[in-house]
């Protein structure tokens, strides 16, 4: 499979989930898992990093958007980091841009949520 | 009068699960990079046709048509690619999801997504059902800008 998933807790109630690779139709389910399983632990503010992904698609972004709706539920909040203008251009065009807060870095994302 | 002939017609069939649409999509890059598309169109391309197959895997799901490959063949001429995606049509109606697990995979979004970024992605873009046949085809194709 090739998609990396590394999450850190930077502080309490707070995650940032970094994604490498690919996140298509077979890799999203670990991604969908990721952010259930720390919605479920009481984690509801989070940070997507997608600085190291190389592909996605719109399974992988039905993934992000049922992240951002259980999140918000919750009183939380999910944030998006992405610096790959290939990855933010489908962003665009499928007028997401307007429901996420997309950033450059993660630390950017932090301070906002 | 006479067709032209296409100069080259390249053929790849998939089974249709999850984990060969990443394959699809490598041969089309091969494909398309062959041409003269720019890297982002060569993108577009990939995604397109990594949407196809996942469009044709999820109305699959369930349905007990999985068995059948999904077959893609691109036919390629100086000034266009086209890319006609051929899948099982669903031989029972698909499984029903419970509400919860429809909300989990939020699957109303992603599908409706994929479909917009076919749209966007290709020129043109057409779909036919062939019932006798038992097939689904979404024909997809993009020009080499001039």
């Known amino acids: 499979m090739n998609l990396r ?10 995650a940032v989930i970094a994604l490498g ?6 890799t999203s389910p670990r991604v969908k898992q990721e952010i259930v399983n720390l919605l479920n632990a009481g984690t509801p503010k989070m940070v997507v990093d997608l600085t190291g992904v190389e592909y996605l698609d719109s399974t992988g972004l ?25 990855i933010l251009r489908i962003f665009e065009i499928t007028g997401l841009t307007k429901i996420f807060d997309i950033y450059r870095s993660s630390a950017d994302a932090l301070d906002k949520l | 009068m006479s067709e032209t002939l296409p100069l080259a017609e390249v053929t790849l069939t998939i089974p249709s699960r999850p984990e060969y649409v990443g394959v699809a999509r490598l041969a089309i890059l091969g494909v398309a990079s062959r041409m003269r598309f720019s890297y982002d169109e060569v993108e577009d391309i990939r995604l397109a046709v990594g949407e196809a197959c996942t469009n044709a895997i999820d109305r699959l799901n369930g ?9 893609l063949t691109c036919t390629i001429d100086a000034n ?3 890319i006609e995606a051929r899948s099982p049509l669903a031989s029972t109606p698909p499984r029903p999801r419970s ?5 989990l995979d939020n699957l109303m979004e992603g599908k409706e997504l994929s479909g917009v970024l076919i749209r966007i992605l290709m020129d043109e873009v057409e779909s036919e059902e062939d019932a ?15």
């Open chain 1, 5 to 14: 998933v590394e999450t850190q807790n930077p502080r309490e109630g707070v």
């Open chain 1, 21 to 26: 690779g690919e996140v298509d139709v077979y």
């Open chain 1, 62 to 86: 039905g993934v992000l958007i049922g992240g951002l709706k259980r999140a918000r539920e919750r009183d939380g909040d999910l944030k998006l980091v992405c610096d790959n203008t290939r």
């Open chain 2, 63 to 71: 349905s007990g048509a999985t068995e059948r490959p999904i077959s």
């Open chain 2, 80 to 82: 266009r690619l086209m």
């Open chain 2, 99 to 103: 509400t919860e697990e429809a909300d």
């Open chain 2, 132 to 146: 006798s046949a038992g097939i689904h085809l979404l024909r997809m194709v993009k020009y080499v800008a001039r």
